[in-house]
């Protein structure tokens, strides 16, 4: 099914791809598009800052988890239950990701391995049939990574869990999917850009900013591309800052091209309220200083990641290598504030 739909998008759009006016593809790998288990859908009354739940309860899913189970010798395991609450829980009202909960355990280790691995498994294997359809193309795949930023800072990372993102503080949930992407030559996406620690409720323990760097640095250290996005609606200078400061973590570099610089940005979103006068003034200040305050440069050639034609997907990487990755490592260190500040009080520019 995938496969059909992907081969028909690029029948369709051959017009398109060909003239080069379509330059990545970002594939669906779950809601919304981002490579995650459904695991706080509003629709069936989730609210911030709830934990979520695991969406592992069909009878596949527990079938194949029982058969894992006795592979390593433990046919007696179970998924967590009841222990792992309900959608609008928090963590330290559970057993499994209250504070040394369940989550630590042999049984609760191998569950959340298992878990976060069919993720991956699952976005390796629809990425390769993207990778198939629109091989020749002269354009990329990308893949989007949520941001699940509260509860980052309690010891469970509960959200991050029931996401499918195995992450706490010794281990990496995003590098083994980084790794991952890199076998398809494709580009990590990431929301929650525009966040900052300070506009979060206190009692959600997120951390947007350090995440959006842990993040950003997995994806570099496996040297694959990596863009962002606004997760929220935002037309103010603050937002915007945190974009700039987040998409150049280390400033302009003004010897040659930055170390380290994301690949695009994709601005949520064109509405009504962003055409406002006021609005539109300062998002074309921002567009600028995401552009060094440079000109408009039409080659694309000349881009910092020329776009070229899709290669085959390189051999699959066993999952257990993918795993290595999960041994953390310090993020790269970012500036605290942008060099190139949109200011609110500037004048308009139009270009």
């Known amino acids: 099914m995938y496969h059909d739909y992907m081969k ?13 006016l379509i330059k990545d593809i970002e594939v669906g790998l779950g809601p919304a598009g981002e490579m995650r288990y459904p695991s706080y859908p509003e629709a069936q009354g989730w609210a911030f800052p709830g934990i979520g739940e695991f969406q592992c309860y069909d009878k596949y899913l527990q079938e194949d988890f029982k058969e894992a189970a006795a592979e390593v010798g433990h046919p007696e395991w179970e998924m967590p239950g009841a222990d792992a609450g309900e959608y609008n829980d928090k ?8 504070t040394n909960g369940t989550y630590l355990t042999e049984e609760g280790k191998f569950f959340l391995k298992w878990y976060s691995s069919k993720l991956i498994v699952h976005a390796d294997q629809v990425l390769d049939k993207a990778n ?3 091989l020749g193309c002269k354009v990329k795949i990308a893949a989007k990574v949520a941001g699940i930023h509260w509860w980052y800072f309690h010891p469970s990372h509960a959200a991050e869990l029931t996401s499918g993102y195995y992450n706490l503080t010794d281990r990496d949930g995003y590098r083994p999917i980084a790794r991952m ?25 997120s951390g947007p900013e350090e995440l959006v760097q842990q993040v950003l640095s997995a994806g570099w250290r ?3 591309l990596v863009a962002c996005e606004n997760a929220l609606r935002r ?7 945190q974009i700039l400061k987040n998409a150049r973590p280390n400033g302009v570099n003004k010897c040659g091209p930055p170390e380290l610089r994301i690949f695009g940005m994709t601005f949520l979103r064109l509405s009504n309220e962003l055409l406002k006068e006021d609005n539109f003034s300062l998002f074309k200040i921002f567009v600028k200083k995401m552009h060094a305050d440079l000109n408009y ?11 070229e034609q899709m290669e085959r997907s390189k051999a699959e990487i ?6 290595e990755a999960t041994k953390p490592e310090e993020p790269y260190p970012f500036d605290s504030e942008t060099d190139m500040p949109v200011d609110a009080g500037g004048s308009s520019l139009f270009f």
């Open 222 to 224: 496996e040297g694959i």
């Open 91 to 98: 963590p330290e009202s559970t057993n499994f990701f209250k």
């Open 8 to 20: 028909s998008f690029r029948e369709n759009m051959e017009d398109f791809l060909a003239a080069g």
């Open 132 to 134: 198939l359809v629109f």
């Open 297 to 307: 440069l039409p080659n694309s050639d000349k881009y910092f990641a020329p776009i």
């Open 181 to 205: 992407l890199s076998r398809h030559y494709a580009i990590l996406n990431f929301t929650c850009a525009e966040m900052r620690n300070s506009e979060q409720p206190e009692e959600a323990k």
């Open 235 to 241: 037309y103010d200078k603050y937002a915007y800052n």
């Open 318 to 323: 066993p999952i257990e290598e993918l795993l």
